[in-house]
């Protein structure tokens, strides 16, 4: 997970790719609860290819989705590249390995691949920019990034300002980490 994470958000020389910022750990807190498990949604079928629109069609849970997923990249990897995992391609290998199953060229037998890459694609970012509380966007990178402010109590003279950087670090539903006393 971690190397796809990083893939679909890479490093660069001003902000941590998704590893970093712990994309993974988030999306498997998220998997480990009721979005997991599909809590509360109607899971009796019939599964029927639907359109973009009316979203995911899959008796599989988002948990389910994640484990066969990863496990056919693997098994893929490992019969076209000699043995080796996604993990082990290089980044060049790994992008081609997502662009050609976001494109459909790339099938996997025991899960629909294009539905993984999807469920990447919501999750990643999601784990990049949510509330660090959650287990992602650690350090608030993500936040910092884009100039959100976070849960600050009051930013409405910053609202109409556009194009300038917000001065103030970011706060999460946690606080900050300056604000917590320390123990002498």
Same mark, same amino acid.
Request: hydrophobic share 30%; aromatic share 10%.
């Given at each position: %997970?971690?190397? /796809?994470?990083?893939?679909? *958000? ?13 994309? &993974?750990? !988030? ?19 019939? #599964? ?14 988002? &948990? ?14 490992? &019969?076209? @590249?000699? =043995? +080796? ?16 199953? @976001?494109? =459909?060229? /790339? ?9 993984? !890459? ?14 660090? /509380? ?5 350090? %608030?990178?993500?936040?910092? %990034?884009?100039? #959100?402010?976070? *849960? ?20 999460? *539903? &946690? ?7 320390? +123990?002498?």
């Amino acid at each position: %997970m971690e190397a /796809i994470v990083d893939r679909i *958000i890479p490093p660069d020389a001003e902000t941590p790719g998704g590893k970093d910022a712990r994309c &993974a750990v !988030f999306i498997d807190r998220q998997l480990k609860g009721p979005y997991g498990s599909a809590s509360g949604l109607y899971r009796l079928g019939p #599964f029927m290819k639907g359109t973009k629109e009316q979203g995911p069609q899959s008796p599989l849970t988002p &948990a389910e989705l994640y484990r066969k997923g990863l496990a056919a990249l693997d098994q893929y990897c490992k &019969a076209k @590249e000699a =043995g +080796k995992t996604f993990e082990q391609l290089s980044a060049d290998q790994q992008d081609d390995t997502l662009k050609r199953i @976001e494109s =459909g060229e /790339i099938k996997f037998d025991s899960v629909d691949a294009q539905g993984f !890459f999807s469920a990447l694609l919501k999750d990643v970012p999601e784990g990049f920019f949510s509330d660090p /509380i959650h287990g992602g966007n650690r350090d %608030m990178v993500g936040w910092k %990034m884009i100039g #959100f402010p976070g *849960i600050r109590y009051d930013y409405r003279d910053w609202i109409g300002r556009h194009n300038e950087r917000y001065p103030y670090p970011p706060v999460s *539903i &946690a606080g900050r980490a300056d604000w917590t006393p320390h +123990k002498s």
